[in-house]
């Protein structure tokens, strides 16, 4: 046989694939079974987030070993993916080398880089292609409602847990067994904090606004096909109550600021001029009124309306600390960075700030801070290919605002003790990616895309 027969072979070939993928995808069983694997994933990440084995997280090697399955079963869809994908990969691939530069210079041992170079960049790398693959075969309305099912389960029992119900905390606290981890100590626990069957509070607030970015992007994306892109959508503003109403219950503040924030950018750029004009009477009473409404809430027994506890004046000394580490060595500390090494060298600075104790026992809250600090100037290296995938994700940014807000404020982030925000960027790209006449949980063939190897990340 001539190379040209061998050529028409493997063209047929690849035709009858993509036939054969094409009606598995839009078997109703199929995906059915990825959104149920996508809903297992995401709340197996919530609730045994520290479940090892060998000190190797056990999350970890289910996403490698589904991947591995996938990319077997859908080479297609595998490489779509990374094709689709390929920026962010990039940008994984470019932090673990300027990550593994800066240890080496720190000094930081072998074990510890290999160990952050697994857990971060290759878990982030194929939490990101098995979620996208993941939700392309379930449809983005059924990924984006796995996603908010799952986080709803632990919403559900944060709510148990607020009405101080034993059943809700033996339950957490089987959770917390199950995995070695030692509740008697957890301040949170002591103290009956609703946290559901996540981590902590702060976790569970996180889930919280991660769905709420799950839904309010399916949700715009809907109104863009529908050529209604300015009206307010009432659906949105239902999911950002059911956000701050989670986020009073684990007691958490940021991201309700970034729920008001997102309130008033959102009002402002799809609402009426009747409604832009009240959102700037609204903001100029706030701000009068702001020392008045500040004392009160001093006083206020709830940790949310409390401005004067030392989880908020210790923000001031802890982020001060944080610019004077990246001031003295802006090279950055590499893997394994603790900022509560470093007190005793910046105490005299620092002890006549209010709560400034806190620098010896607490990590420095601040996403963007922790970044820096571990990878250094070196960041600036990617600034440009992140502002690409930003501008690539732009239509979905302003769902992520409670988010952004959220992680200023917290040890959470992209590359930063946060796997579940790959599976929410999965799904967005997903919805993105469907074509605006097509019906939502359903693809028509890939040749019949416009643009389908363009890298979309949002």
């Given at each position: 046989?001539?190379p ?6 493997q063209r ?27 809903w ?10 520290s ?41 994984a691939?470019?932090l ?29 790398a194929v ?32 709510v ?28 949170s ?18 889930q ?20 209604d ?13 059911a ?24 009002m402002?750029?799809r ?7 009240l ?35 210790g923000?001031?000394p ?8 990246l ?24 002890y ?24 250094g ?40 003790n ?22 939502d949980?359903?693809?028509?063939s ?12 949002l």
């Amino acid at each position: 046989m001539g190379p040209s027969s061998s050529l028409r072979s493997q063209r047929k070939a690849n035709w009858a694939y993509e036939a054969v993928l094409d009606a598995s995808t839009n078997s109703r069983a199929v995906r059915s079974a990825a959104a149920f694997v996508v809903w297992f994933l995401v709340l197996f990440n919530i609730a045994l987030i520290s479940l090892e084995v060998a000190s190797i997280p056990i999350r970890g090697m289910l996403a490698i070993a589904l991947l591995a399955i996938l990319a077997l079963v859908a080479p297609t869809l595998f490489l779509r993916a990374l094709a689709r994908h390929s920026w962010i990969l990039l940008l994984a691939g470019v932090l673990a080398f300027i990550g593994t530069f800066v240890s080496v210079a720190n000094s930081v041992t072998p074990a510890i880089i290999g160990r952050m170079i697994l857990e971060v960049h290759i878990q982030s790398a194929v939490t990101l292609l098995l979620a996208v693959m993941l939700a392309e075969l379930a449809g983005p309305k059924a990924a984006v409602s796995a996603i908010c099912a799952a986080i709803a389960v632990t919403a559900l029992f944060a709510v148990v847990q607020f009405a101080d119900i034993g059943f809700g905390w033996r339950v957490r606290e089987a959770l917390g067994d199950l995995q070695g981890l030692n509740l008697s100590e957890d301040g949170s626990f002591i103290n009956r904090r609703p946290m559901g069957a996540s981590y902590s509070p702060i976790h569970l607030s996180t889930q919280a606004c991660l769905a709420f970015a799950a839904y309010a992007s399916w949700q715009l994306r809907k109104r863009e096909s529908s050529d209604d892109t300015v009206a307010v959508n009432t659906a949105i503003l239902l999911g950002l109550a059911a956000m701050v109403s989670l986020s009073f219950l684990s007691e958490t503040r940021s991201p309700i600021l970034g729920a008001v924030i997102f309130f008033g950018v959102y009002m402002v750029s799809r609402g009426s001029a009747i409604t832009r004009f009240l959102i700037f009477v609204i903001a100029v009473c706030a701000i009068a009124a702001a020392p008045l409404v500040l004392d009160l809430m001093d006083g206020s027994e709830s940790r949310v309306f409390r401005i004067g506890d030392n989880s908020s004046t210790g923000r001031l000394p802890l982020f001060k600390f944080g610019l004077k580490l990246l001031a003295d060595n802006p090279l950055g500390y590499g893997f394994g960075f603790e900022s509560t090494k470093f007190w005793t060298l910046y105490w005299q600075e620092i002890y006549t700030l209010p709560s400034a104790g806190v620098i010896r026992e607490a990590e420095l809250h601040n996403y963007l801070l922790n970044m820096a600090l571990t990878y250094g100037f070196g960041l600036l290296l990617v600034l440009p290919l992140v502002i690409q995938l930003l501008w690539n994700g732009r239509a979905s940014l302003i769902a992520f605002l409670p988010y952004a807000v959220h992680i200023l404020f917290h040890n959470t982030g992209p590359f930063w003790n946060d796997t579940l925000f790959w599976f929410v960027v999965g799904a967005i790209s997903a919805t993105n990616y469907v074509a605006p006449n097509e019906q939502d949980g359903r693809r028509t063939s890939t040749r019949r895309r416009p643009r389908a190897l363009r890298p979309r990340t949002l």
